[in-house]
Structures are given as structure tokens and as C-alpha cells.
């Protein structure tokens, strides 16, 4: 009889150690599909920070030849195709004048403030729809330039 308890109590024995370990795998599993879906976000986020960063590039270029105005950069191109994201640049302007060149002529210095927002919705910033997706992301880079009138560098 002591030989049936004992054989009794491996089986009870094995059958714990099963459900432990059929826990553990399922918690290694979920580790996982958390870990990929993190991995997912971080990638994302990074390419919506580079498409905000190329709008503010954009910006630079069209703004960079004098009397310019914050009109240059209303039209965004379209960086979908190229991205994956729609890129939205705002811009606002100050010009001050920074006294007289050597020639007599005013010289004006316009510090332009830009402000790029890139997400992978169809419009951007995202709607409150968009903001349930959990693959939606979204990235607000700033940045400021000084152009002269006279095409001189700022200082």
C-alpha cells in the first residue's frame, strides 16, 4: 500500500510541474508579443521624428534665399509616398531692423519660428479616432532660422 501512495503523489507531482511550466512559457510569450509591439513603436517613432525633421529641412531651403515670408512654406510637399507620414509645417515670423549697411541700405534680419508635425494618419495632427489606433504615432520637432535682407548671415 505505501508503494500505491507513493506513485500517487509523482503523478500529482508531475502534474504541478506541467501547469508550472506551461505558465512560465505563457508568460515568456507574452514578454514577447509586448517586447515586439514595443519595438514596433520605437521604430515608428523614429521614422515620424526623421518625416517631422525633413519638413523643417524643407523649410530651411525654401526660406534660406531673402525676402522670403512665412507664405514659402504654406504649401508642404506631399512625403507620404516617400515617408509613410503627412508632414504639416507652421511658421511664424519677426523681422527687426538691425540698423545700416556699409552701402547705406537698411538692413532687416527676419527670424522665422518653424514648427513640423509628422504622423502616419491621414490628416495631421491625428483626430481622436487616430489617438485609439496603437500603432499611431506622432512627432513635433521646432526649430528657428535668421534670414538678412541683405543675404548676410544673422548673428
Known amino acids: 500500500m505505501t508503494a500505491r501512495r507513493a506513485g500517487g503523489f509523482a503523478y500529482i507531482a508531475a502534474i504541478i510541474f506541467l501547469v ?3 505558465g512560465f512559457a505563457l508568460a515568456v510569450l507574452r514578454l514577447s508579443d509586448t517586447e515586439q509591439v514595443t519595438v514596433n513603436q520605437a ?10 525633421r525633413t519638413g523643417l529641412e524643407w523649410a530651411f531651403y525654401k526660406l ?8 514659402t512654406v ?18 511664424t515670423m519677426q ?27 491621414a490628416t495631421c495632427p ?3 479616432a487616430d489617438l485609439a489606433n ?18 548676410s548671415d544673422c548673428y
Open 64 to 71: 534660406k534665399p531673402k525676402d522670403t515670408n512665412c507664405d
Open 95 to 121: 523681422t527687426f531692423d538691425e540698423g545700416r549697411a556699409d552701402d547705406g541700405s537698411s538692413v532687416k534680419k527676419t527670424i522665422f519660428e518653424l514648427t513640423a508635425v509628422a504622423c502616419n494618419a
Open 134 to 151: 496603437p500603432d499611431y504615432v506622432e512627432r513635433k520637432r521646432s526649430a528657428s532660422i535668421c534670414v538678412a535682407s541683405n543675404g
Open 20 to 22: 508550472v511550466l506551461a
Open 43 to 52: 521604430v515608428l517613432g523614429t521614422r515620424a521624428s526623421q518625416a517631422a
Open 126 to 128: 491625428g483626430t481622436n
Open 74 to 91: 504654406k504649401a508642404v510637399p506631399d512625403f507620404k509616398p516617400d515617408t509613410g507620414f503627412v508632414v504639416n509645417v507652421g511658421c
